[in-house]
């Protein structure tokens, strides 16, 4: 939290509460002026958020790609970003995001949401179920694990993550170090949750959302995901036409972009799946 919070009576937002670990962390650091917005779309977060008695702290239910119904240009001394799935997510069955466990085929972040992983295992086209697990997951058997679903649900209902994740396990021919059904399930919660989407739209509005010297500390377990936040963030140059010279180079806000921070082995001793997080901060100048 040390790297977010510059103005201790400064404005703060939590895009991600999960079960409130920063959030607390954050409060902590706040003066009795300081004040912190928190959103989640999971109703598990809205509970666990409302035994926090703070009166600087908000909750807000809602998707952090709707920021501009709820936060002013130029008024955040800090966001945080912590993208991807709760390991207490993760860990409840019913909730479907887990190959280890029975559960059903949800992986909504959003209860409330329609779309739900059984609508893509049951109803997309075996091209449309490839391109997710490749856009997604970058799983290089991507086609082969699309046809078996598709002709596996023709004879069964596929209708539990253990079924899924042995129908992907069947169609792999390399093996792998990891689950063979991680990067498939990494990529179906993708495109159930729009992740990209809503965090292509979030990053840009922050923009405009952060004070001079106001900082953007994003946590990302994707290599598309550390992307596009560099991309948002990055000076953007226009040429005039393919090959000539550089005609005009964008004089909107400026954004310092850290180097990517790696966990600590003290910190994936205590939480295993920060293993794979990278950090990076971005400043506005
Ligand atoms: C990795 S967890 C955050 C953990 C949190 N930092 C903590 O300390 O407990 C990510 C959380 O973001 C939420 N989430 C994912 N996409 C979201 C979105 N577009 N809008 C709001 N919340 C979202 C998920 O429901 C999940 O609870």
Redesign the pocket.
Known sequence: MKSLISDTNGLYL??????????KKILDKLSSEGQLIS????DA?MKVAKNIDNKNFKFIK????MIDDYVEDDSLSGV?I?????SP?LDEPERGFSFQTKGPLDMR?NQEQNLTCKDIIENYSEKEIATILWKFGEEKESRRIAKLIVKQREQNAIDNTLILAEIIKTAKTVKTKKHPATKSFQALRMAV?S?FE??TT?LDRIKDKLTKSGKLVIITFHSLEDRIAKQTFKPKINFHEKNLPLIHEDVSDKFKISKIIYPSQEEISMNPRARSAKMRIIEKL
């Open positions: 939590d895009c991600t509460f999960g079960r409130g670990g920063h959030t959103f989640d779309l999971d977060a809602t998707n952090f790609s945080l912590d993208c991807g799935v709760s997510q972040f949750n992740e809503n965090l979030c």
